[in-house]
Structures are given as structure tokens and as C-alpha cells.
Antibody, heavy 126, light 110 residues
Framework: QVQLQESGPGLVKPSQTLALTCSVS??????????WSWVRQRPGKGLEWVGN???????NYNPSLKSRISISLDTSKNQLSLDLGSVTAADTALYYC??????????????????WGQGTLVTVSS | QSVLTQPPSVSAAPGQKVTISCSGG????????VSWYQQFPGTAPKLLIY???RRPSGIPDRFSGSKSGTSATLGITGLQTGDEADYYC???????????FGGGTNLTVL
């Protein structure tokens, strides 16, 4: 059973950088079948995809966040990381990491997120 | 505002069937696979359907998915009060090179 666990500060000041880590167990982040994603959910709102990364280091980002975001992998620790800069109150959310299957049946992109972490709440406030 | 459009809410009686729609475009639903997620309050989303109509192991066959053109549909039969949750569709957008989620649909079992 694949397990993902997010960690990071629960409180970040406006204009600073939000930095989160996701530790993965029982799968390797070098597994070529999967992307590793960050998804957030603002209080009372829906799911918002933040970005994802493939083991070869290629990352994709939400266009609305692209100028402020960086996602990386640490294969030695089997972890992925999220850095989101210049945060505002609008970045207050529950942040999830998740595993996403790249392709289904050898066809077009699948991106079905089959395992999720429990989420970590980040509040942006002074 | 989500690029994938879902109704904000649907409702039906126990034992009945409900469908939830998800409308997109040619660069997402039209040419890529759709997945569906169930989320209960305070918990992480759970994958219900992937590749348009496939169920992961452990998901009952009361849940089904279909796709036609640039729209997808989640069907739930034999509704139970335990199905009350938020449901989200998702698809990759090849133009944006981004994952899209629908705005979510809250299901009430009356």
C-alpha cells in the first residue's frame, strides 16, 4: 500500500515562501509509470491542481502559479518538494501530494491520482 | 473558475440512480482520459473511476463512468446515504499542459 505524507510549516507569513515536503513509502518516486503531484484545496472550495513532476525532473505547473512555483524530487530520500513563493492569503489551503498514473492502456495522458496523502493545512497570515 | 464544468449539486433518493456531468473541451476531455474522485468532509479525495470508465480495485460496480465527445458522466446506482460526498472530475489538458479538475458536485441522498 503506497503511502504519502506531507510535512511543512502550518503558518507562513505573507510574501514569504511556502515549502512543503512529501515522503513516499512503498513506491519509488523514480517509478517511470507515475507523475507526483501537488493538489490544494482552499477552505470550502474545490480541488486545484498545483503541479506535478516526473522522475526525469520534468515538471508541469498550474499556469496561474507558474511564476511562483517550483517542484522537485529528492530520489535519495524518496521525497518530492513544493516551493511556492510570494504567498498571500489566497494561498491558504490544504495541500495534498498524490501519485498520478501517466498513461492508461498505452493511450493518451491519464493522470489518474490513485494515492493521496492526508493533506497538510497551510495558513498564510502575519 | 474551473475549465471543467460540473453541476454544483445533485440529489436523489436512496436506492435510486444519479448522474453527474462534466463538460470540457477538445484539449482535455475530448482527447484525454477522465478520472473521477469522491471526497468526504475532512478526508483526502479517493479515486473512483480512471481512464473514463475503469474502476480501481475495491470500487463497487454501482459506480460507473462514460465519455462522449467533450463530456463525461459519473453514474451511481443503488444510492446509499453513505454516498453523500463531493465528486470531482479530472482530465489532463494537452494545450495547457496542466491537470484540470471540475468545480465539484455535492451529492445529497434524500
Amino acid at each position: 500500500q503506497v503511502q504519502l505524507q506531507e510535512s511543512g510549516p502550518g503558518l507562513v507569513k505573507p510574501s514569504q515562501t511556502l515549502a512543503l515536503t512529501c515522503s513516499v513509502s512503498d513506491d519509488s518516486i523514480s517509478n517511470s509509470d507515475y507523475y507526483w503531484s501537488w493538489v490544494r484545496q482552499r477552505p470550502g472550495k474545490g480541488l486545484e491542481w498545483v503541479g506535478n513532476i516526473y522522475y526525469r525532473g520534468r515538471a508541469n505547473y498550474n499556469p496561474s502559479l507558474k511564476s511562483r512555483i517550483s517542484i522537485s524530487l529528492d530520489t535519495s530520500k524518496n521525497q518530492l518538494s513544493l516551493d511556492l513563493g510570494s504567498v498571500t492569503a489566497a494561498d491558504t489551503a490544504l495541500y495534498y501530494c498524490a501519485r498520478a498514473l501517466r498513461f492508461c492502456n498505452g493511450g493518451p495522458p491519464c493522470l489518474s491520482h490513485d494515492y493521496w496523502g492526508q493533506g497538510t493545512l497551510v495558513t498564510v497570515s502575519s | 473558475q474551473s475549465v471543467l464544468t460540473q453541476p454544483p449539486s445533485v440529489s436523489a433518493a436512496p436506492g435510486q440512480k444519479v448522474t453527474i456531468s462534466c463538460s470540457g473541451g477538445s484539449f482535455n476531455i475530448g482527447n484525454n482520459y477522465v478520472s473521477w474522485y469522491q471526497q468526504f468532509p475532512g478526508t483526502a479525495p479517493k479515486l473512483l473511476i480512471y481512464a473514463n470508465n475503469r474502476r480501481p480495485s475495491g470500487i463497487p460496480d454501482r459506480f460507473s463512468g462514460s465519455k462522449s465527445g467533450t463530456s463525461a458522466t459519473l453514474g451511481i446506482t443503488g444510492l446509499q446515504t453513505g454516498d453523500e460526498a463531493d465528486y470531482y472530475c479530472g482530465a489532463w489538458d494537452s494545450s495547457l499542459t496542466a491537470m484540470l479538475f471540475g468545480g465539484g458536485t455535492n451529492l445529497t441522498v434524500l
